[in-house]
Nanobody
Framework: QVQLVESGGGLVQAGGSLRLSCAAS????????MGWYRQAPEKARELVAT???????NYVDSVKGRFTISRDNAKNTVYLQMNSLKPEDTAVYYC?????????????WGQGTQVTVSS
């Protein structure tokens, strides 16, 4: 099994910054894609950002120019740098990774970390 431990969430004023981290541990041979989702209260979960094993990134339009996703393969960790935060960014943020095994890939989810942006 693979465990994902998230950290870095908190309360910040509009215009501030936070950096989320998600470290994977357990029976890992390698990790392919990594990403971040978020779910606001009473809203559907949405994909925020992804990064491939080759380093290609994608972002939802609402965070482009403000958020940056990155990864440290040696530490099996994915990060989300969030700048110029807005109240609309308030949500629980979940990381996810695709772990690769000889028999195929498996998706794992973090426990979620709360991000609250006040106006």
């Amino acid at each position: 099994q693979v465990q994902l431990v998230e950290s870095g969430g908190g309360l910040v004023q509009a215009g501030g910054s936070l950096r989320l981290s998600c470290a994977a541990s357990g029976s890992i041979r390698s990790i392919s894609d990594m990403g971040w989702y978020r779910q606001a209260p009473e809203k559907a979960r949405e994909l925020v950002a992804t990064i491939t094993s080759g380093g290609s990134t994608n972002y939802v339009d609402s965070v482009k120019g403000r958020f940056t996703i990155s990864r440290d393969n040696a530490k099996n960790t994915v990060y989300l740098q969030m700048n110029s935060l807005k109240p609309e960014d308030t949500a629980v943020y979940y990381c996810n990774v695709i772990a690769v095994y000889p028999w195929g890939p498996s998706r794992y989810w973090g426990q979620g970390t709360q991000v609250t942006v006040s106006s």
